[in-house]
């Protein structure tokens, strides 16, 4: 991978792992109101554990079956703009999202 393009898939991964962040932190206070701490933090870790497993099982999806995919959609000329490219990019921001969404409930559990 070119340096250029490497930077570029790293401020992606980083950028979505700080909006994961920042939703993880509203996430846990928001759930406190409701429950207690421990609940919230646990509550917030699941949702971005799941965030996270969706978004790297989605990459592996891509990854292996991506190319396939757009022959079958250029065979059958649909139309799409659905490229593997894209849908890895789309994947790794959904797995950055919910990996900073874990950190934030995981700070949260050890700071409060």
Do not use: K
């Not at 790293?10 to 932190?25: E, H, I, K, M, S």
């Not at 846990?28 to 554990?49: M, Q, Y």
């Not at 990459?59 to 799409?80: F, L, P």
Request: hydrophobic share 50%; charged share 15%; net charge positive.
């Amino acid at each position: 991978m070119a340096p250029d393009r490497l930077v570029a898939a790293t401020r992606r991964f980083v950028v979505a792992g700080a909006v994961g962040a920042g939703l993880g932190a509203v996430g846990v206070v928001a759930f406190t109101a409701d429950a207690g701490l421990r609940t919230a933090t646990e509550r917030t870790f699941a949702l971005g554990a799941l965030a996270f497993g969706v978004g790297l099982l989605g990459w592996s999806g891509s990854v292996m079956a991506g190319r396939g995919i757009e022959n079958m959609q250029r065979y059958m000329e649909t139309g799409s703009n659905w490229t593997e490219a894209d849908s890895r990019r789309a994947m790794s921001r959904v797995t950055g999202f919910g990996l900073g969404a874990m950190l934030a409930a995981s700070l949260a559990t050890a700071w409060l």
